[in-house]
Protein backbone atom coordinates (compact mmCIF):
# COMPACT_ATOMS: atom_id res chain seq x y z
CA UNK A 1 0.00 0.00 0.00
CA UNK A 2 1.07 3.33 -0.90
CA UNK A 3 1.68 5.94 1.63
CA UNK A 4 1.50 8.59 -1.49
CA UNK A 5 -0.96 11.29 -0.39
CA UNK A 6 -4.18 11.69 -2.92
CA UNK A 7 -3.97 15.48 -4.17
CA UNK A 8 -6.95 17.75 -3.02
CA UNK A 9 -8.43 17.79 -6.67
CA UNK A 10 -8.26 14.05 -7.39
CA UNK A 11 -9.88 13.25 -4.12
CA UNK A 12 -12.84 16.18 -4.79
CA UNK A 13 -13.72 14.38 -7.88
CA UNK A 14 -13.69 10.65 -6.20
CA UNK A 15 -16.01 11.86 -3.38
CA UNK A 16 -18.30 13.81 -6.02
CA UNK A 17 -18.64 10.73 -8.30
CA UNK A 18 -19.37 8.21 -5.50
CA UNK A 19 -21.94 10.25 -4.28
CA UNK A 20 -23.51 10.85 -7.80
CA UNK A 21 -22.91 7.10 -8.10
CA UNK A 22 -25.09 6.56 -4.62
CA UNK A 23 -27.54 8.57 -5.81
CA UNK A 24 -28.22 7.43 -9.28
CA UNK A 25 -27.73 3.79 -8.65
CA UNK A 26 -31.35 3.68 -7.42
CA UNK A 27 -32.94 5.25 -10.47
CA UNK A 28 -31.07 2.94 -12.58
CA UNK A 29 -31.91 -0.57 -10.44
CA UNK A 30 -35.73 0.73 -10.40
CA UNK A 31 -36.42 -0.44 -13.81
CA UNK A 32 -34.46 -3.62 -13.61
CA UNK A 33 -36.23 -4.41 -10.61
CA UNK A 34 -39.91 -3.59 -11.30
CA UNK A 35 -39.50 -5.64 -14.35
CA UNK A 36 -39.88 -8.52 -12.25
CA UNK A 37 -42.76 -7.59 -10.77
CA UNK A 38 -46.24 -8.87 -12.20
CA UNK A 39 -47.39 -6.23 -14.92
CA UNK A 40 -50.82 -4.53 -14.43
CA UNK A 41 -52.34 -7.04 -17.20
CA UNK A 42 -51.04 -9.81 -15.41
CA UNK A 43 -53.05 -8.27 -11.95
CA UNK A 44 -55.88 -8.07 -13.61
CA UNK A 45 -56.01 -11.77 -15.45
CA UNK A 46 -56.56 -13.21 -11.78
CA UNK A 47 -58.80 -10.54 -10.48
CA UNK A 48 -62.82 -10.00 -10.26
CA UNK A 49 -64.43 -7.96 -13.14
CA UNK A 50 -66.99 -5.79 -12.13
CA UNK A 51 -70.04 -5.78 -14.97
CA UNK A 52 -72.57 -3.44 -15.30
CA UNK A 53 -76.02 -5.23 -16.20
CA UNK A 54 -78.29 -2.50 -16.24
CA UNK A 55 -78.52 -2.40 -20.30
CA UNK A 56 -79.05 -5.77 -20.40
CA UNK A 57 -82.45 -7.17 -22.52
CA UNK A 58 -84.47 -10.12 -21.60
CA UNK A 59 -83.19 -12.32 -24.12
CA UNK A 60 -79.93 -10.89 -24.43
CA UNK A 61 -75.87 -12.04 -23.32
CA UNK A 62 -72.89 -10.14 -22.92
CA UNK A 63 -69.81 -11.45 -22.57
CA UNK A 64 -66.66 -10.27 -20.59
CA UNK A 65 -63.26 -11.65 -20.18
CA UNK A 66 -61.99 -13.21 -16.56
CA UNK A 67 -58.79 -14.49 -16.08
CA UNK A 68 -58.49 -15.38 -19.94
CA UNK A 69 -61.81 -16.73 -20.16
CA UNK A 70 -65.05 -15.73 -21.81
CA UNK A 71 -67.99 -15.62 -19.32
CA UNK A 72 -71.28 -14.98 -20.55
CA UNK A 73 -74.24 -12.92 -18.67
CA UNK A 74 -77.49 -13.68 -19.76
CA UNK A 75 -80.98 -12.30 -19.08
CA UNK A 76 -83.44 -14.97 -19.61
CA UNK A 77 -87.00 -14.06 -20.67
CA UNK A 78 -89.41 -15.60 -18.15
CA UNK A 79 -90.61 -18.21 -21.30
CA UNK A 80 -86.47 -19.42 -21.00
CA UNK A 81 -87.06 -20.02 -17.11
CA UNK A 82 -90.28 -22.03 -17.81
CA UNK A 83 -88.95 -23.95 -20.06
CA UNK A 84 -85.93 -25.31 -17.88
CA UNK A 85 -88.23 -28.03 -16.11
CA UNK A 86 -89.12 -28.92 -19.15
CA UNK A 87 -86.10 -30.89 -20.43
CA UNK A 88 -84.80 -31.95 -17.19
CA UNK A 89 -85.50 -35.58 -17.93
CA UNK A 90 -82.86 -35.20 -20.75
CA UNK A 91 -80.34 -33.78 -18.80
CA UNK A 92 -77.12 -35.41 -18.14
CA UNK A 93 -76.90 -33.90 -14.52
CA UNK A 94 -79.34 -31.84 -14.03
CA UNK A 95 -78.82 -31.34 -10.35
CA UNK A 96 -75.16 -30.25 -10.99
CA UNK A 97 -73.63 -32.46 -8.89
CA UNK A 98 -70.60 -33.57 -10.48
CA UNK A 99 -67.32 -32.30 -9.62
CA UNK A 100 -65.22 -31.46 -12.36
CA UNK A 101 -66.13 -27.55 -12.23
CA UNK A 102 -68.25 -27.31 -8.78
CA UNK A 103 -71.08 -25.59 -8.97
CA UNK A 104 -70.96 -22.58 -6.01
CA UNK A 105 -74.12 -23.36 -3.52
CA UNK A 106 -76.19 -20.29 -4.14
CA UNK A 107 -76.41 -21.71 -7.66
CA UNK A 108 -77.11 -25.08 -7.17
CA UNK A 109 -80.94 -24.88 -8.21
CA UNK A 110 -83.31 -25.54 -10.87
CA UNK A 111 -81.87 -22.11 -12.69
CA UNK A 112 -78.00 -22.19 -11.71
CA UNK A 113 -78.25 -18.89 -10.29
CA UNK A 114 -78.56 -16.01 -7.28
CA UNK A 115 -81.22 -14.45 -9.26
CA UNK A 116 -83.32 -16.75 -11.52
CA UNK A 117 -83.05 -14.29 -14.48
CA UNK A 118 -79.39 -13.57 -14.63
CA UNK A 119 -77.33 -16.91 -15.56
CA UNK A 120 -73.63 -16.33 -15.20
CA UNK A 121 -71.34 -19.11 -16.98
CA UNK A 122 -68.05 -19.71 -18.31
CA UNK A 123 -68.60 -19.91 -22.04
CA UNK A 124 -66.21 -22.44 -22.78
CA UNK A 125 -67.63 -26.65 -23.21
CA UNK A 126 -66.42 -28.78 -20.97
CA UNK A 127 -65.34 -30.91 -23.79
CA UNK A 128 -62.51 -29.57 -25.55
CA UNK A 129 -62.75 -25.72 -24.88
CA UNK A 130 -64.33 -24.44 -27.77
CA UNK A 131 -67.26 -22.06 -27.50
CA UNK A 132 -70.39 -22.91 -28.29
CA UNK A 133 -73.12 -21.04 -30.10
CA UNK A 134 -76.40 -19.30 -28.49
CA UNK A 135 -79.05 -20.85 -29.60
CA UNK A 136 -81.71 -19.40 -27.89
CA UNK A 137 -84.90 -19.53 -30.46
CA UNK A 138 -87.18 -22.77 -29.18
CA UNK A 139 -87.95 -25.03 -32.24
CA UNK A 140 -86.51 -27.38 -34.96
CA UNK A 141 -83.02 -26.06 -36.03
CA UNK A 142 -80.31 -27.55 -37.94
CA UNK A 143 -78.25 -29.52 -35.46
CA UNK A 144 -80.70 -29.53 -32.52
CA UNK A 145 -83.98 -31.47 -31.97
CA UNK A 146 -86.98 -30.70 -32.92
CA UNK A 147 -88.12 -29.99 -29.82
CA UNK A 148 -85.34 -27.77 -28.43
CA UNK A 149 -86.73 -25.33 -25.76
CA UNK A 150 -83.45 -23.14 -26.18
CA UNK A 151 -79.81 -23.27 -25.04
CA UNK A 152 -76.56 -23.27 -26.56
CA UNK A 153 -74.71 -25.51 -29.19
CA UNK A 154 -70.62 -26.48 -29.24
CA UNK A 155 -70.71 -26.44 -33.01
CA UNK A 156 -67.42 -28.67 -32.45
CA UNK A 157 -68.69 -31.93 -31.72
CA UNK A 158 -72.67 -31.52 -31.29
CA UNK A 159 -72.83 -31.10 -27.22
CA UNK A 160 -75.90 -28.86 -26.38
CA UNK A 161 -76.44 -27.05 -23.33
CA UNK A 162 -79.82 -25.74 -21.41
CA UNK A 163 -80.53 -22.04 -20.98
CA UNK A 164 -79.38 -23.41 -17.16
CA UNK A 165 -75.73 -24.38 -19.28
CA UNK A 166 -76.51 -28.25 -17.84
CA UNK A 167 -75.28 -30.68 -20.99
CA UNK A 168 -77.65 -33.09 -22.56
CA UNK A 169 -77.47 -36.66 -22.25
CA UNK A 170 -75.35 -38.56 -24.90
CA UNK A 171 -73.11 -35.46 -25.60
CA UNK A 172 -69.43 -35.36 -25.69
CA UNK A 173 -69.33 -33.11 -23.07
CA UNK A 174 -68.89 -34.75 -20.05
CA UNK A 175 -69.85 -31.28 -17.68
CA UNK A 176 -72.21 -28.88 -17.67
CA UNK A 177 -70.80 -25.16 -18.18
CA UNK A 178 -69.03 -23.53 -15.09
CA UNK A 179 -70.53 -21.20 -13.15
CA UNK A 180 -67.92 -19.03 -11.55
CA UNK A 181 -67.83 -17.71 -8.00
CA UNK A 182 -69.87 -14.04 -8.56
CA UNK A 183 -71.72 -11.95 -5.77
CA UNK A 184 -74.37 -9.41 -6.95
CA UNK A 185 -72.51 -5.37 -5.54
CA UNK A 186 -76.41 -3.98 -6.38
CA UNK A 187 -79.35 -4.54 -8.53
CA UNK A 188 -77.52 -3.93 -11.50
CA UNK A 189 -73.04 -4.50 -10.62
CA UNK A 190 -72.21 -8.11 -10.83
CA UNK A 191 -68.69 -8.94 -9.60
CA UNK A 192 -67.49 -12.21 -11.21
CA UNK A 193 -64.70 -13.92 -9.60
CA UNK A 194 -65.39 -13.60 -5.99
CA UNK A 195 -68.42 -14.29 -3.43
CA UNK A 196 -69.18 -13.30 -0.09
CA UNK A 197 -67.56 -16.57 0.98
CA UNK A 198 -64.22 -15.14 -0.83
Known amino acids: MSDTPVDASKRTWLIASGCAGAVAAPFVATPFVSSFLPSERA ?17 EKVTVEWRGKPVWIVRRTPEQLAALKKGESQLADPNSDRKAFPTPDYAKNEFRSIKPEVFVAVGICSHLGCSPSDKFQPGAQPSLPDDWQGGFLC ?11 RVFKNKPAPDNLEVPQHMYLSDTRLLIGEDKKA
Open 43 to 59: KAAGAAVEVDISALKPG
Open 155 to 165: PCHGSTFDMAG
